[in-house]
Structures are given as structure tokens and as C-alpha cells.
């Protein structure tokens, strides 16, 4: 069983920037895959980004490619999700995701939350223009 623990989320104004972590249990971090997803107000919840192993592979969401940056840190078991020039329209709860399935290399499949086994509780964002 695999743990997720979110902190960093909060309310800031539109441009500034947020530093989301996820804390994972177990002993096989470095193999997990994570993934980062958000859900807007009312909205479906969406990808926003994915990493595998040491952070060799990521892939970001069109929406925040080039302002979001996801990294890890597997000597700490930690993921972070790095996001710069927020946006009103980054406004969601945002979580992250774990699976130790491989990673397959359809990205219908590692861009879909049913993909993911284990999940955080979520941390709320918000931006103000």
C-alpha cells in the first residue's frame, strides 16, 4: 500500500509561483510512476504532468508546459510539482498520483487519472488576477 501526502497549495496572485510536494510511503519510490493532476471548480479532473524513475522521463499538459516543471527527489521519496507565472486559470485542487504499473508507452493511458492506483487528498490552488 502506498501512501501520498500533498502540501504546498495556497492563494496567490496571477504570475506568482508554488511549489507542491507529495511525500510517498513504501520502499520502491524510485520505480513509481507519478503523475500530477488537477480539477477545476466543477470541471473533470485533468493531467497536468507525469514522471518516471529519476525524472528521465516527464511529460506536461499544453496548458502548462514551459511554466510547470515536476521533479523528484527518490532519496527523499518525495515528488514536487514546481509552478511559475500562475495563472487565474490554474486555479483547481491539485493532486498527485502513484502507480507502480510500468509505464505503457500510450499516453491515453499514463495522462488518465484510472491509470493511477494510489492518490493524494488533494491541495487547493488559487489564483487571483
Known amino acids: 500500500q502506498v501512501q501520498l501526502l500533498e502540501s504546498g497549495g495556497g492563494l496567490v496572485q496571477a504570475g506568482s509561483s508554488l511549489r507542491l510536494s507529495c511525500a510517498a510511503s513504501g520502499r520502491t519510490f524510485s520505480s513509481y510512476v507519478m503523475g500530477w493532476f488537477r480539477q477545476p471548480p466543477g470541471k473533470e479532473r485533468e493531467f497536468v504532468a507525469v514522471?518516471?524513475?529519476?525524472?528521465?522521463?516527464?511529460y506536461y499538459a499544453d496548458s502548462v508546459k514551459g511554466r510547470f516543471t515536476t521533479s523528484r527527489d527518490n532519496a527523499k521519496q518525495t515528488a514536487y510539482l514546481q509552478m511559475n507565472s500562475l495563472k487565474p486559470e490554474d486555479t483547481a485542487a491539485y493532486y498527485c498520483a502513484a502507480t507502480t504499473k510500468p509505464l505503457p508507452a500510450a499516453r491515453s493511458m499514463w495522462s488518465s487519472p484510472q491509470f493511477y492506483n494510489y492518490w493524494g487528498q488533494g491541495t487547493q490552488v488559487t489564483v487571483s488576477s
Open positions: 514522471s518516471r524513475g529519476n525524472g528521465v522521463f516527464t
